[in-house]
């Protein structure tokens, strides 16, 4: 049977940061590599979202926005419908992102010389923002359990110094695919207040959850700890419009809101109209039949590209539970990072993103994004197996 996800889309030319700044970054030829590296999908969004657009460009008038109504209470029927949360409208910021939502967050709760808590290996742009805003990064290394991330809260206790203000999680988490339990939010709650750190959950892949799994929305795992909590989601990856470039900052507590409130404001800081309009278009019941489509296909994806990778002698890929990132541990090949890199981007002609940039942990790793063509997938595999076939 085949899928809308099947069509092989030809992303060359067209200002994708994925394919067309694959070979200065990574030397892996335009011509015939796999682009598995920055995370969007080569998949086109759900037909809503194109139609939307295709009104907007045949009306022709780019004017300013306003009356964000529709597009806010688009977010209040998602957040509802699809995560059992309930928000207010006047909770939701609109920003350039959620690496700008990030941003935003260490520029009004914290100051110079502040430290931010990580548990990595993580998301590489937060600690990137950090550090650049003149900030400290924390580093709270995830533990290793059977090749499953899990977190170690006496562990992080004693890794405190005082002058920590936030802590960022990553839920889902990027990379490694875990979806944290109920249990383990209420952990991550509880450290935050222990050590009175303001909350900053990333759940921008909360839609891309793998058959079998749930994700829950830190205010559902940890109602108590709404005075401290800011929430970011976004339509952007779920929707693969990441060029749209906006993101939710979504804010229950008044004091969270009046402080985020005046540094977008000191920044002159407003969204751009197309964002908001596909944004509004893809957060309908069509848009959730497209993503359920989407997990199903993802999930398959995924499950061709482990069988291939666990079956050469010393990869290990992390099992999915949510995302598309696989995350493949080279440190069984007995090989240095050079070598196995070299193997992956020179013999096999993908570029995947190097793990150390996610931080400690991540040292022996590379990432790859299963979000193409299912044909591309299994040629990626078939390649990978070529590239080690002297270990088999
Ligand atoms: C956890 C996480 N947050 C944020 C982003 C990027 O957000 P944006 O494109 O909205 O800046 C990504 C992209 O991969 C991500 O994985």
Redesign the pocket.
């Known amino acids: 049977m085949t899928s809308r996800f099947d069509e092989i889309i030809n992303r060359h030319g067209t200002h994708s940061m994925k394919w067309d700044r694959m070979e200065p970054i990574y030397g892996v030829p335009a011509q015939d590599g796999i682009s598995m590296w920055?995370?969007d999908m080569d998949f086109r969004p759900p037909q809503g979202v194109q139609t939307a657009l295709d009104s907007m460009l045949t009306h022709g008038v780019y004017g300013y926005y306003g009356d964000d109504a529709g597009y806010r209470a688009a977010i209040g029927w998602w957040m509802q419908h699809r995560h059992g949360w309930q928000i207010a409208p006047e909770w939701i910021f609109t920003?350039?992102?959620?690496?700008?939502?990030?941003g935003m967050c260490v520029d009004a709760y914290t100051r110079p010389g502040d430290a931010v808590v990580l548990f990595t290996p993580?998301?590489h742009?937060?600690a990137r923002v950090i550090a650049a805003a003149g900030r400290e990064v924390r580093e709270c290394p995830l533990a290793l359990d059977d090749g499953r991330y899990e977190m170690d809260f006496d562990a992080y206790d004693a890794l405190m110094t005082g002058s920590e203000r936030m802590v960022i999680l990553?839920s889902p988490h990027?990379p490694g695919g875990r979806v944290w339990t109920a249990e383990e939010l209420r952990g991550v709650a509880e450290f935050a207040r222990r050590h009175n750190l303001i909350l900053v959950s990333?759940e921008?892949?909360h839609d891309l959850v793998m058959p079998g799994h749930r994700h829950t929305a830190m205010p559902l795992a940890a109602p108590d700890i709404a005075d401290r909590l800011v929430m970011?989601t976004?339509t952007?990856?779920t929707f693969n419009i990441?060029g749209s470039?906006?993101?939710n900052v979504i804010i229950p507590d008044a004091d969270l809101r009046a402080r985020f409130a005046a540094r977008m404001q000191a920044l002159g800081l407003s969204p751009n109209s197309f964002g908001l309009v596909m944004a509004e278009a893809a957060y309908t019941p069509e848009g959730a039949a497209w993503v359920d489509e989407l997990c199903a296909y993802l999930d398959g994806n995924r499950q061709v590209f482990d069988a291939a990778v666990n079956a050469i002698p010393g990869l290990r890929s992390m099992p999915l539970e949510a995302?598309y990132?696989a995350w493949v541990d080279f440190s069984g090949t007995g090989m240095d990072r050079a070598e196995f890199t070299r193997r992956v981007e020179q013999g096999a002609r993908i570029a995947a993103n190097h793990g150390p940039t996610f931080g400690t942990g991540g040292e022996g790793f590379l990432r790859f994004n299963l979000a193409t063509p299912r044909a591309v997938v299994e040629q990626s595999a078939e390649r990978l197996q070529q590239a080690f076939s002297d270990l088999q």
């Open positions: 920055v995370a920003t350039h992102g959620l690496v700008n939502g990030t993580v998301y742009a937060f990553c990027n990333d921008i892949h970011m976004a952007t990856k990441a470039h906006s993101g995302t990132l």
